[in-house]
């Protein structure tokens, strides 16, 4: 079993940042993914950005050019780092580990872009 851990969502103005953070911790195998997901209200559960175990790393054509994801191996620690934020990036973030197949989920974190 995988345990997920989010951190750092919150309310923000039009073209500030926030920077989500999401550690793992039990029964790490490599290699694996860890990425982040959001939902808004009322839509599905989108990718936003994946990195794999090297460094390969996937976005949403939405948020290319202001979010960056990066990932800390020595901690199963991964990081999405959000510039620019636009109202339409309001929704929950939850944090994504899969490995052998099976995907784990974090709890969410609420992000909300507003003036």
């Known amino acids: 079993q995988v345990q997920l851990v989010e951190s750092g969502g919150g309310l923000v103005q039009p073209g500030g940042s926030l920077r989500l953070s999401c550690a793992a911790s039990?029964?790490?195998?490599?290699?694996?993914?860890m990425g982040w997901y959001r939902q808004a209200p009322g839509k599905q559960r989108e990718l936003v950005a994946q990195?794999?175990?090297?460094?390969?790393?996937m976005y949403a054509n939405s948020v290319k050019g202001r979010f960056t994801i990066s990932r800390d191996n020595s901690k199963n620690t991964v990081y999405l780092q959000m510039n620019s934020l636009k109202p339409e990036d309001t929704a929950v973030y939850y944090c994504n580990f899969r490995q052998l197949q099976k995907d784990y989920w974090g709890q969410g974190t609420q992000v909300t872009v507003s003036s």
């Open positions: 990195m794999f175990s090297g460094v390969s790393t």
């Open positions: 039990g029964s790490i195998f490599r290699p694996n993914v």
